[in-house]
């Protein structure tokens, strides 16, 4: 009997992440590069937003990135679903993660796709962004 993965899925987030101590975030993705107008004022992106559910943690020795991205000191790890199922959040592409208020930049992201195509969850290394 073949395993359906996207019902394991579902029960990932109605009961592993939920028993876990879920957070809500959303993730801001921008919609192309950054333009200028032609006396070079800044035109401001178009910002689509994804909602999700994740567990939030801090990088220790013991579950190192599994990336060839260097892990910082304050750097975070959401394991994450996203409502819209279809997403998939892009490392260095500028989006970004607001959790609890605060932003964080994504470095890295990792699938977790048991038959290569249903994303059950995703591992995603953020860096909070400085607003200075």
């Given amino acids: 009997m073949a395993t359906d993965w996207e019902a394991f ?6 009961g592993v992440l939920l028993e876990l101590g879920t957070t809500k975030f959303y993730i801001e993705v921008p919609d192309g590069e950054a333009k200028r107008d032609k006396t070079g004022k800044k035109i401001p992106q178009k910002i689509s937003t ?11 020795s013991e579950f190192p990135s ?5 892990i910082q000191a304050g750097d975070v790890k959401f394991v994450a ?16 993660i607001v959790c609890k208020g605060v932003r ?7 699938r ?21």
């Fill in 66 to 70: 599994t990336a060839s991205t260097l």
């Fill in 112 to 132: 977790v796709a048991p038959d290569g195509s249903t994303n059950v969850v995703f591992v995603i290394q953020a860096r909070k962004v400085n607003n200075g």
């Fill in 104 to 110: 964080y930049s994504v470095i890295n992201v990792g």
């Fill in 81 to 96: 679903q996203f409502e819209d199922q279809a997403f998939e959040p892009v490392e260095k592409k500028n989006e970004i």
């Fill in 9 to 14: 899925a579902d029960d990932i987030n109605t």
């Fill in 50 to 60: 994804y909602k999700g559910t994740a567990v939030m943690g801090k990088y220790n």
